[in-house]
């Protein structure tokens, strides 16, 4: 469900378009896609973005989204995984993360670990990324793939009153959104090296989607 809700809806907040690394072949089962992170719009974008390609991922999102009536049981009943950060139970995202690997689901997670504070609708290069993707990738062994978004600033950033006036107008203006889906990546043993490779893939599929704006 909240994939074809995705899919409704960011058509209608901009015109949303799609590619994918020529040579790569489709996404596989079981597969982990690591995303950069911009806006509160973006997952919404990402997962419309998947749905094209007939991918339907669990999404690996904060904690609080399960509190918010009614989207909160949809997440829980379709198994999308809440990260507790900053408590002792962050870990048992990854646990569930792995889990859903394991029974061919698609993972799709966030290398920043959360949106940064930035200001303005322009696009920024992902942030450095947290060593999540890198340890999940190493604990299942399952594939990455990177995915970069661009154009989610134009629907919702800045201050509260911003995010809501862009959310109003974007339906009017119809921003151009693009993602692109990278080859797969092969992430070294070691966990921090794996980071810093898993972050220069996303950026160089967040500038093929940037460059996608202007197509």
Known sequence: MISSIAAVLAPAFGRISVTTDAAA?????????????????????????????????????????WRVPVLGGALAREGHIPVRRGTARAAEALDAAAEALAAGRCVLIYGEGGIPARRGSGEFAPLPFRSGPARLARTTGAPVRPVGQAGARRISSGTVAKQIAGAV???????????HVGAPVFLPAHVAEATAVAH????????????????
Do not use: Q, Y
């Open 25 to 65: 072949g489709p996404v596989v089962d079981g597969t982990i896609l690591v995303a950069n992170h911009t806006s509160l719009a973006d997952p919404v974008v990402v997962v419309a973005a998947l749905h094209r390609l007939g991918v339907e991922p669990v999404v690996m999102a904060t904690a609080g989204l």
């Open 169 to 179: 107008t974007a339906p009017v203006r119809r921003p151009r959104l693009h993602v």
């Open 200 to 215: 220069g893939a996303v950026t160089a599929a967040w500038r093929t989607a940037v460059s996608g704006l202007a197509a």
